[in-house]
Structures are given as C-alpha cells and as structure tokens.
C-alpha cells in the first residue's frame, strides 16, 4: 500500500476514534463539557466524515477524478446560490445569473476536466467578467448598475472560478517539465531536443568519425574546417612541439554516395590551450556559432577533461538525470489528501488557543471575534507543522511542505474572514442549512476558496521551477 492510501485510512481511524469518543463524554452528565459545544463539535465531525468517505471511495474507483470535478461542480452552484440570496438583485439581473448558473459554471468544471489549463484558467476572469455588465447594461437598467456587477463577480470568482482548483489538483497535467534550454558558453542555448542529442555524440565512442560534406581530393580536412584547426594548432602548439600525424582511418559511405579520406587527429594540446573559436566549422557552418560540435567534446574527452568541467568559457550543462534524480514523482491523490488536510487543520489549531491563552486579542472585533491574533499564530504554526510531517505523500522536500501549509492557513484564514464579513454585511449569522453540522455549503468551504488556487499554482510553480523548492 502506498503511503497516500495508508494516510487515508489514518485520517478515517482518527475520526472513528473522535466519533467515538464525543458519543461517550455526551452520554455521561458529569463529563465536564458543555452540552451544546459537544453536539456542535459532533456535528461538525459527522460532516468531516462524509467530505473524506466520499472524496477517498472517488479517488479508487474508475473515472474518480471526473466523479470528484462533479461533486465540485455541484457544490460550485449551490455556493453561489447561497451567495445570490444574500445580495440584492433586480429582475434585468436574472437572464445573466441564468447564463452563469446553466452554462459558465458548467463550461468551466467540464474545462477542468478535459484539462484545458489555459482556457479555464483565463475564462472566467478574462471572459465572463467582463461579459457580465455588457449583459446586465443592455436591459436597460442602472439602478446600482456598479453594486450589482460586483457583487455578482465577486461571487463567481469565489464560488466558482477559485474552487474549481480543487478537482483541477486531479485532472492537470503534473508531469515535471523538461527544462527547455541549457546554457553553453556565453549566452547561446539548445532546445531540449537538441541537447539529448548534442549529449548522444558527445559521448559516442572515438572512433567514431567526425562526418564531413565535402569530398576532400588527398587532404583530410577542407574549407573552414581546416582552417579553424590549423589556426588553433598554430596558436597553441609550441614551436618545440612535434606536428600532428596524420592518422588513416576507414572511408565512410555517406548518404549522398560521396566518401571522405584520412582524416587528422588534433593534439590534446590545443584542447588545453585554445577553446578553437567555440566550435569545430564543418561545411555550412559559421564562426558565429557558440554550441560545442561532437567533434570538441570528444576532443574534451580524449584530453581527459571532464564534459562537466568548464573549458575556457565553456559552461558545462547540468546533467538532466542528475536533476531528476532528487525530485519525487507526483502523487495527484495524495496532492488534495494534504490540501485537504491541511486547510481542515487550519481551522482546528485557534481552538486549541484558547486552551492555552485565557486573554486573546481579536483581528476584527466587528466582524467575527473568534479571529484572534493567537489563534491566527497557533494555526500558522500548527498547520506548518503538520505540512512538514504530511512530506511523504507530497512531491515537496519537508521545508517546502512546511511553507505550502503556511500558505495555505493563511490563505484560508483570510477565506474564513472574508465570507464573514460578507455575512456581517448582509445581517446574516450563516448562509445555509444544506452541511450537516456547518450551516451552509459556504460556512464549510470558505478557508478552500481562498486557499486552493494559491496552492495549486506553487504545485505549477514547482513543476516548471524545481529548484525554488529543491524538490
């Protein structure tokens, strides 16, 4: 079993345990725990169990990423719907509010699933908003045009555009990229491509011979090539030094019929001495290139240098096995069993501050005065914590885990705030009654809202900037 699966079965042994435990100290009178905060606390539990029983059953079944990115889209309208009660609307506003209700939220989750990143990813903020007051303005009514516009973008962006990161987790391409290019000398690159097979001649065997276009008529080496060479065993093989031999080798047939003759092995000296202009000219090409030819880095190999060595302003490339090496496959499932968990724990540590600190001093008293600065440190504390504990089922290291987490509880934390003050705004105490426990969709997924695409974009981050993670 992997290690994903066995967090799955921690995470549902420790609810049984907390089931369990709350339907005891509720049964006895004389516990010492408030009647009412314990059937609180149980309510909430028994909607901890339904989010994670459904969410690991979809993960193991065929098609459970798709099952997954429907659930979402099904909470994605019912959120908005509970948003759309709360704020005033006109009836110029209900052909649009049909429009994003039956065809942007579908549009938008069935985009995540067939994993088209860059037109889900741009759709809502770049399209429907600004098709939203084109719709509302052509019935003709402008009564808090401004208001009306806002508030239903605001509850799209939240209800919809940043919970559908969630499934997307799933459905994303999460293969790390290749790194497009690799530097060689002073500015000029290789695309990927070109560098596996710059790297295949390099390390081709000796004897292998440098293929030459034209037909030489007793030389070995012509035009630019030969020029190149000599310049460079002019200017760096001492006068006292004995000239190259010319060595006979076998005649290679190539494609066009023609064949080639002897050809000169140059001394390992000029290797040492002269970087031979940055490159070995064959026909066609010119002294302007700055990439090594086959030909240098075998030359580099006879003088016993090291490919990875630098040799005269060559900058040797980062051998891509080595890159790899280090870096943890990623675990899709196990990417939103951490967001999950973590954002779930985030709301959990400010509760265990009140243990711990009798005086606490509230962020916005006006707004909701459960959100203190010590519950706010606990959470940030406790839910990086964790994260670094959770590395296992995460393609990070321990520190980055440590800072998603972080990331994360803050971000939820600002999620928890905002839909408060909504609420505070509107003189509503909670949005709905449709979570068991939770009082409303949007009382139980306001901290994900907020959180989910800020950690799916380090997950992208990560996947096409390695080494900011050192994953």
């Not at 209900?94 to 065809?103: A, I, M």
């Not at 088209?116 to 509302?136: H, R």
């Not at 030094?241 to 002897?262: D, F, I, L, M, Y």
Request: charged letters at 15%; one cysteine or more.
């Amino acid at each position: 079993m992997d290690n994903t699966f066995l967090v799955f079965i921690g995470v549902l042994a420790i609810l049984g345990t907390i089931s369990l435990t709350t339907s005891i100290l509720k049964r006895q009178s004389n516990s010492g725990f408030d009647p009412l905060v314990l059937d609180k606390f149980t309510s909430c539990v028994k909607g901890w169990w339904w989010l994670f029983a459904f969410v690991a059953a979809a993960f193991y079944v065929p098609g459970g990423k798709y099952l997954v990115t429907g659930l979402f889209g099904a909470m994605s309208f019912w959120a908005m719907r509970e948003f759309i009660t709360l704020i005033p609307t006109r009836q110029a506003d209900h052909r649009t509010l049909f429009f994003l209700f039956f065809l942007c939220i579908p549009a938008q989750y069935i985009l995540v699933g067939g994993d088209f990143y860059e037109i889900y990813s741009v759709l809502i903020p770049s399209f429907i908003f600004l098709l939203i007051p084109m719709l509302i303005a052509m019935f003709g009514d402008t009564k808090f045009y401004l208001t009306r516009i806002t508030q239903i973008c605001v509850s799209l962006l939240i209800c919809v555009y940043s919970l559908s990161f969630v499934p997307a987790l799933l459905t994303a391409d999460m293969e790390p990229a290749v790194p497009q290019t690799e530097f060689l000398q002073t500015g000029s690159s290789l695309t990927a491509a070109e560098l596996q097979e710059e790297k295949r001649k390099a390390s081709a065997p000796l004897s292998q011979e440098i293929p030459h276009s034209q037909e030489t008529a007793g030389g070995v080496l012509t035009g630019e090539l030969q020029e190149n060479t000599e310049g460079a065993l002019t200017q760096s093989v001492p006068a006292s030094a004995e000239p190259a031999e010319s060595v006979p080798t076998e005649t290679v047939q190539e494609e066009t019929g023609s064949t080639v003759g002897p050809q000169t092995m140059i001394p390992e000296e000029a290797v040492h001495s002269q970087n031979l202009g940055g490159t070995l000219e064959g026909p066609g090409e010119t002294g302007s290139e700055s990439s090594l030819c086959p030909a240098e880095m075998q030359l580099a190999e006879t003088s016993g240098i090291s490919k990875d060595a630098e040799i005269d302003g060559f900058e040797a490339p980062v051998s891509d096995a080595a890159g790899q090496k280090s870096r943890k496959p990623v675990d899709k499932i196990g990417l939103l069993l951490f967001f999950f968990l973590t954002t779930q724990l985030s709301e959990i540590f400010p509760f265990l501050a009140g243990l711990f600190c009798k005086i606490q001093h509230p962020i916005a008293p006006a707004i909701n005065l459960s959100k203190t600065w010590e519950g706010l440190a606990f959470s940030l504390v406790g839910t990086t914590f964790a994260g670094s504990v959770l590395y296992f089922i995460m393609p990070f290291n321990v520190w980055s885990c440590g800072i998603a987490a972080c990331l994360i509880a803050l971000m939820g934390f600002g999620g928890t705030l905002t839909l408060s003050a909504i609420k505070r705004d509107r003189g509503v105490r909670d949005y709905g009654t449709l979570v068991v426990g939770h009082d409303g969709i949007l009382d139980r997924i306001d901290s994900i809202c907020f959180a989910a695409p800020v950690f799916f974009h380090i997950v992208q981050i990560y996947l096409h900037f390695p080494n900011i993670f050192w994953g």
